[in-house]
C-alpha cells in the first residue's frame, strides 16, 4: 500500500492551459496558504488565492462560446477525471482536498498527522469509492480511503450551520484549523465547527470557480479581519441553482432562432434574465459576472 506521503508528492505542479480536455487522471495545484492563515497582509493573501482560482478554472475547463464564461469538460460515458488543490505553508503541504473536473462535486480530502491520528485520505459517502478508484488508477497500485459517515454535497448542511459560517479572514484561518484536524468521533460542537470549515474550505475552492459571484465575496472575505460578514445569500443560491444555471444558459446558446436568448427568463432571487449576456454581465450591474457552466448539463 503506497504512502500517503508519496501520494502528495508524485505529481509535479504544471502549468495550467486553456483548454483542459486531458486524459491526465489527476491535476494537482498547489495554493500557498502562509500569508492568509500566517498573519500577513491580505494584499498578499489576494494574489496567492487568485492564482490557485485562476489555475483551478483551466484545469476543469475550457472558453464557452463568445460569452464571458467558461465550461467544465463533458466527458463520454463515466470517464472521470479530479483536481488536487493541495494546502501549503512555506513549502510544507498541510492538506489537500479533492474534487471531480467536470461536476466540481468534493469527492473527499486528506489531512496531515496530527495528535490525534495519522495521515489519512478520506472519502464522502457518496464517493469514496470513487477517490479510491482514481488514486489507485493514477497511482498504478492500491490507495486506501477512509469512507466518511455523511454525504460531501455541502447544500444539505442545516441552515443553522449556514448561519453561523462567516466569510472572513480569521474565519479562514479558523477553517483551515478545524478542517484539517477532523476524527471520526467528534463531540457535536466540534462537527458543528468542522461543517462550518468544510464550507469556508468549499467557497475559497469549488464555490469560488464556479462564478465570480462567489469569487468577489472571497475576495473581500479576504480583506476582512474582524467584522462578522455571514455567507451571501445571494452567492448560496447562484450555488445551489449551478446545475439548472448551467443547463439553462446551455439551451440560449443552442438557440438557432435567436443565439444567446432564452426561450423563457431565468429567475435569481426574483431577478429575471432573458439572455446569457444579461446573466453574465457585471455584479454591479446586477448580473453574476463570469460563471464557468456544468457541461453535461443539457
Known amino acids: 500500500m503506497v504512502s500517503l506521503l508519496a501520494i502528495m508528492t508524485s505529481i ?31 494584499l498578499q493573501a489576494r494574489p496567492a488565492w487568485r492564482n490557485m482560482l485562476d489555475r ?79 488514486m489507485s488508477q493514477d497511482m498504478g497500485h492500491p490507495v486506501a480511503v477512509q469512507e466518511l459517515p455523511f454525504s460531501g454535497d455541502f447544500l444539505n448542511l442545516s441552515s443553522s450551520v449556514f448561519q453561523h459560517t462567516l466569510l472572513t479572514r480569521g474565519a479562514m484561518t479558523r ?32 464555490g469560488a470557480a464556479t462564478s465570480d459571484q462567489v469569487a468577489g465575496d472571497v475576495w473581500s472575505g479576504l480583506a476582512q479581519t474582524t467584522a462578522d460578514r455571514p455567507l451571501p445569500d445571494r452567492s448560496l443560491v447562484v450555488e445551489e441553482q449551478w446545475r ?25 432571487n426574483g431577478q429575471n434574465y432573458r439572455s446569457i449576456d444579461e446573466l453574465l454581465r457585471p455584479t454591479t450591474a446586477g448580473g453574476i459576472d463570469y460563471m464557468m457552466i456544468m457541461g453535461s448539463a443539457r
Open 56 to 134: 483551478v478554472r483551466s484545469a476543469v475547463g475550457h472558453h464557452y462560446g463568445p460569452y464571458n464564461a467558461g465550461e467544465t469538460e463533458d466527458r463520454p460515458g463515466t470517464y472521470t477525471r479530479m483536481v488536487e488543490v493541495a494546502f501549503t505553508f512555506h513549502g510544507r503541504v498541510d492538506g489537500a482536498v479533492y474534487f471531480d473536473s467536470e461536476s466540481l462535486q468534493m469527492l473527499g480530502f486528506w489531512t496531515p498527522n496530527g495528535s490525534n491520528q495519522p495521515a489519512t485520505l478520506w472519502g464522502f459517502s457518496n464517493t469514496h469509492r470513487t477517490l479510491r478508484d482514481l
Open 244 to 268: 439548472s444555471i448551467s443547463r439553462w444558459v446551455h439551451r440560449a446558446a443552442d438557440n438557432r432562432e435567436n443565439p444567446g436568448v432564452g426561450r423563457s427568463p431565468f429567475a435569481i
Open 175 to 206: 477553517g483551515f484549523t478545524n478542517f484539517w484536524h477532523f476524527t471520526p468521533n467528534m463531540s457535536s460542537t466540534a462537527q458543528r465547527l468542522w461543517q462550518e470549515a468544510f464550507i469556508v474550505i468549499w467557497q475559497l475552492t469549488v
Open 12 to 42: 509535479a505542479v504544471t502549468t495550467p492551459v486553456a483548454q483542459a480536455d486531458t486524459t491526465r487522471i489527476r491535476t494537482r495545484i498547489e495554493w500557498d496558504i502562509a500569508d492568509l492563515i500566517g498573519g500577513g497582509f491580505y
